[in-house]
């Protein structure tokens, strides 16, 4: 059985710092899986923000988060991280980690394409 588990949310003032963790377990962490960060604001749809491929550690980046956020993954623990610099009240929304399986391709940020999703974390960001 397949289980992400997010942690590391919480409230912030402008410009600061968070550092989120997304645990998995069950058999999914693997060279050919994409494992994405999404976000859900408040009347918005989910949007997805940073992703890495596990077996060449590729990263990609929203427009929106690029150059302030950062993922990377730590494969002795089966865990992906995600840094968040600079927040801004704009990033206040429930952060999702999410997991696919890919083989060849971008892991690209459909949302339809993520198989297995954790139950959230928010994150609060304020002016």
């Known amino acids: 059985q397949v289980q992400l588990v997010e942690s590391g949310g919480g409230s912030v003032q402008a410009g600061g710092s968070l550092r989120l963790s997304c645990a998995a377990s069950?058999?999914?962490?693997?060279?050919?899986?994409?494992m994405g960060w999404f976000r859900e604001a408040p009347g918005k749809e989910r949007e997805g923000i940073a992703n890495i491929y596990i077996g060449n550690t590729y990263s990609y980046y929203a427009d929106s988060v690029r150059g302030r956020f950062t993922i990377s993954q730590d494969n002795a623990k089966n865990t992906v991280y995600l840094q968040m610099n600079t927040l801004k009240p704009e990033d206040t929304a429930m952060y999702y980690c999410?997991?696919?399986?890919?083989?060849?391709?971008?892991?690209?940020?459909?949302?339809?394409?993520?198989?297995?999703w954790g139950q959230g974390t928010q994150v609060t960001v304020s002016s």
């Open positions: 069950g058999y999914i962490y693997s060279g050919n899986v994409c």
């Open positions: 999410a997991a696919r399986r890919l083989n060849i391709g971008n892991c690209g940020f459909e949302k339809n394409d993520y198989n297995y």
